[in-house]
């Protein structure tokens, strides 16, 4: 069983940084989402148990996806922040099945567990 916690979130400037935290106690391909008020729940970043990455065109070049070395705990660093990037954000996983299951890397399918989610606001 994967259990997600979440922390890091806050409030920030726009051209601000805040970096988010995922403790995970499994470790499997894994992601984050968000999801603005009104709007779908939206990947933003992944990474492959080989340790690959991929973004939304949204925020590339802007965020970077990474995990620890124990591969324990899961980050998203996030630069340059933009009054569009405010949102719930949320760490999921998916079991190594769901991993190479064939889904779409940001597709909310891909993925069994979620975290509670962190609330990221930024203010122009």
């Known amino acids: 069983q994967v259990q997600l916690v979440e922390s890091g979130g806050g409030s920030v400037q726009a051209g601000g940084s805040l970096r988010l935290s995922c403790a995970a106690s499994?470790?499997?391909?894994m992601a984050w989402f968000r999801q603005a008020a009104g709007q779908e729940r939206e990947g933003v970043a992944t990474?492959?148990?080989?340790?690959?990455?991929n973004y939304a065109d949204s925020v590339k070049g802007r965020f970077t996806i990474s995990k620890d070395n124990a591969k324990t705990t899961l980050y998203l660093q996030m630069n340059s922040l933009q009054p569009e990037d405010t949102a719930m954000y949320y760490c999921?996983?998916?079991?190594?099945?769901?991993?190479?299951?064939?889904?779409?890397?940001?597709?909310?399918?891909?993925?069994?567990?979620w975290g509670q989610g962190t609330q990221v606001t930024v203010s122009s």
């Open positions: 990474i492959e148990t080989d340790g690959s990455t």
């Open positions: 499994g470790y499997t391909c």
């Open positions: 999921a996983a998916a079991p190594f099945s769901g991993c190479f299951s064939g889904s779409p890397r940001l597709s909310r399918d891909r993925y069994t567990y």
